[in-house]
């Protein structure tokens, strides 16, 4: 006689705070890979664009990515959100909408989507009911919302690189919740929240093109319109910290975890085969492009590394779920060649590239990149993997599965946010111009972060500061005089060189 099987009271759904179509695995997933999310936001990104600058524009670039997320955060929840995944209001666009009622958080999560035509055998169109939830899954929404800000705060994060050095803090201020509204929205909902490109089939798995290639795109444009930084810096931008770099890499990188798999909604193989994919892809990339540092410069670069990390992260984001391993190995070697090729050899010889002052080149690995990624997406997509998804065309596959337009939906759908993109960045910062300086001005970039927020990133002497005797002498520190030349001593003990 078999023995009846006891559920713990921990697994038992009773309604409430539990409700039946609660799963408290993929709840606890999908907040854990927001976090992770957030946290390549903040510390990650403050922590490597605060070292990868020079010295005295630490405080200024580690605060626009602070500022970027806090900012983003109250526009999300307050109209932003519903615009990406709402009703529709356009075929790129959703209804505006605040997300703050407890009962609209506390509700299942599911994301709409608009009708849906598609051919017949015979020639004629059908239609899936509309509005339908593309995708419904087992947690509130407040974890949906959650975790699809931080794509949104990180899209304009790494926007801010392009920018470094130069913009103005008071238009960056205007800029977050400007382009947020108008632009970020606008290719989220398109692609991922039931919109025409989404009708269509264009697959971005994690966001090749909603993150990637949209603030790659915009970041340049962006550079183009703020104008370069002093020549003397452009000439000479070294990190002022080589190791919190890498420190700043490294959250970056195991972020990427929650990033592409947290995207599959659920706690499941999808997720599993998203994670490792992304990793495998990014070692070969860093690889790659070490190799390739080595091949032609003679040395291998730390910063060269960490692009390639970077690169191969971006290639494999729009595909990390619908593709296999040996693809991604594949991915990760076009994800350290390409990128390199742009940066290294096609960007020296093309004066318009040398034009605009990308600060951090997140031209070519974010917008390069991700367009690559697309594009892979569209070569190596697995039919069964893709079956696993919500597309907006079942049994989507790749070019080397026998579907040879989904390449061309992939291309089609990069022109689009490129485009969009360029016209929207152009005419918000065209706007803000009309009101404040893009750029600050010549005294501020002369001096840096001192001259714009009253802070420095470090209380050193050196990098111009001049040592006043008088006011050392003042506050009573003694000052032996015997070592000149070598360094003076002050009350503390501490040598001060000179």
């Known amino acids: 006689m078999a023995s009846s099987s006891v559920v713990p009271s921990g697994y038992v759904n009773g309604g409430g705070v539990d409700p039946d179509w609660l799963n408290k695995g993929d709840n606890a997933w999908q907040l854990t890979a927001a976090t992770l999310v957030g946290i390549q936001c903040v510390p990650g990104l403050v922590i490597l664009y605060g070292s990868i600058v020079k010295k005295k524009w630490a405080v200024n670039s580690a605060f626009m990515a602070l500022y970027a997320y806090a900012a983003s955060l109250l526009c999300w929840v307050t109209w932003a959100y519903k615009m990406s995944f709402g009703e529709k209001l356009l075929p790129l666009w959703g209804k505006a909408g605040t ?3 407890y009962k609209y958080l506390q509700a299942q999560a599911n994301l709409p989507s608009t009708t849906q035509y598609h051919h ?3 020639g004629t169109l059908s239609t899936s009911p509309s509005p339908s939830p593309s995708s419904t899954a087992f947690f509130d929404m407040a974890s949906l919302v959650f975790f699809q800000f931080q794509f949104a705060a990180i899209t304009l994060i790494l926007l801010a690189g392009s920018v470094l050095g130069r913009m103005s803090f008071r238009a960056w201020m205007l800029f977050v919740p400007l382009w947020l509204t108008l632009s970020y929205t606008v290719g989220a909902f398109s692609v991922w929240g039931g919109g025409f490109l989404w009708q269509w089939g264009v697959i971005d798995y994690s966001g090749g093109y909603v993150i990637h290639l949209s603030s790659g795109v915009a970041g340049f444009t962006a550079a183009y319109w703020v104008g370069p930084r002093l020549p003397k810096d452009r000439e000479r931008f070294p990190p002022n910290n080589m190791l919190l770099m890498l420190a700043g890499a490294g959250l970056l990188w195991m972020g990427w975890t929650g990033f592409n798999g947290g995207t599959s909604l659920a706690a499941n193989l999808s997720a599993s085969v998203a994670v ?9 990339s860093l690889l790659t492009w070490t190799t390739l540092d080595v091949l032609l410069f003679g040395k291998p670069s730390v910063i060269g590394a960490v692009q390639g990390m970077m690169t191969g992260l971006v290639v494999i984001t729009p595909a990390a779920g ?7 190995i594949v991915m990760g070697i076009l994800a350290g060649c390409v990128p390199w090729f742009t940066m290294m050899i096609i960007h020296k010889h093309w004066s318009f590239l040398q034009k605009v002052d990308d600060t951090l080149g997140v031209f070519h690995t974010h917008a390069v990149a991700g367009l690559l990624g697309g594009i892979c997406a569209g070569l190596f997509a697995e039919p069964l993997l893709c079956s696993y998804l919500s597309l907006g065309v079942p049994a989507a596959k790749g070019f080397f599965f026998g579907s040879y337009f989904q390449l061309v939906k992939q291309v089609a759908g990069a022109l689009f946010i490129i485009v969009w993109n360029v016209i929207s960045t152009s005419l918000i910062l065209f706007v803000i111009g009309l009101v404040l300086p893009l750029r600050m001005s010549d005294a501020h970039l002369l001096i840096g972060d001192d001259a714009e927020h009253g802070e420095e990133a470090y209380a050193l002497w050196g990098d111009g500061e001049k040592y006043n005797i008088a006011i050392q002498q003042a506050s009573g520190s003694e000052i032996d ?8 001593i002050n009350g503390r003990g501490t040598t001060v060189h000179t």
Not at 276 to 284: D, P
Not at 481 to 488: C, K, L, P, Q, R
């Open 481 to 488: 005089y015997t070592h000149h030349g070598a360094g003076m």
């Open 120 to 122: 017949r055998g015979d």
């Open 99 to 101: 997300t703050l009622s």
């Open 322 to 328: 619908v593709v296999s391993g040996w693809a991604s």
């Open 276 to 284: 490792l994919n992304t990793h495998v892809c990014a070692a070969t």
